[in-house]
């Protein structure tokens, strides 16, 4: 029985990975930490559907450990003097403006699944780690990271007609923010998302990030999307909490099952 259970981890392992080298080659360049994170869990499709037929439920608690794991090396990571001598963001004194509809936002439940409703409906769900601080806003809700190096929005797009045009307002955001901004190239997802990807400087402090954003159909002709800023020096050090997070979002639809 423990020789099949070995068995079984290294094929869900197998698998995981082979999803996110796909994931992690749509659009031309091969990309790693928070922004392959991003592509690998909002690509979905075909590729998708394999492995959630191979992983099945253990999904979720296997990615749930890597986020664990992740943590304790990221803590790691920070005693080191490449960590220290190095600078560093903190998203709670700088946040960018990507997707925030006003500047009043009020504190937010940690650790709970965070849902933006729209006529007393659900509409688009997300759910952060416990000890990201989260605020909410009227159409938006924001979370930073607990050392302030991540920091990340979803919200409802409103006053505009398509995803195109949803997209250039989360572009606009980030060129608000941020200065040097490149982007990388524009993905359409197989389930009709717009995934961006690029990097940049914070304006006030001139540290270095990376950026992800979706643009989405949440359903009932709603537009949402969800976006990720990450001190660049840490990206490798959350893409699991990030992949995760992402994985946790919900649209109209999924409230109904």
């Not at 290294?10 to 928070?34: E, H, K, N, P």
């Not at 450990?65 to 990221?74: D, F, K």
């Not at 992800?212 to 001190?231: E, T």
Request: glycine share 12%.
């Amino acid at each position: 029985m423990a020789r099949l259970g070995i068995l079984g981890a290294v094929a869900l392992a197998v698998a995981m990975l082979a999803l996110d080298a796909r994931a992690g080659r749509r659009g031309g360049a091969v990309r790693g930490g928070v922004r392959g994170a991003v592509v690998g869990e909002m690509v979905g499709g075909e590729d998708a559907a394999k492995a959630g037929a191979v992983v099945g439920a253990t999904r979720g608690a296997v990615q749930r450990t890597a986020v664990v794991a992740e943590t304790r090396s990221r803590a790691q990571y920070e005693t080191t003097n490449e960590y220290q001598n190095a600078p560093h963001s903190n998203f709670n004194e700088e946040p960018p403006e990507v997707m925030v509809t006003s500047p009043a936002a009020g504190p937010a439940t940690s650790g709970a699944e965070a849902v933006i409703r729209r006529d007393g409906k659900p509409v688009v769900g997300i759910t952060y780690p416990a000890d990201w601080k989260q605020k909410a806003g009227d159409h938006y809700i924001t979370a930073v990271s607990a050392d302030g190096h991540a920091w990340s929005v979803i919200a409802t797009l409103e006053d505009v007609k398509d995803k195109e045009a949803a997209l250039q307002k989360v572009k606009h955001g980030f060129e608000k923010s941020l200065k040097n901004v490149k982007y990388d190239t524009l993905t359409k997802t197989e389930k009709g998302a717009l995934v961006i990807l690029g990097a940049g400087k914070l304006k006030k402090s001139g540290v270095d990030v990376v950026f992800a954003a979706g643009v989405l159909d949440a359903g009932a002709g709603q537009l949402a999307g969800a976006a990720f800023v990450v001190d660049k020096g840490v990206e490798d050090h959350y893409k699991e909490a990030v992949r995760y997070i992402c994985q946790t979002i919900r649209r109209t639809k999924d409230f109904a099952k």
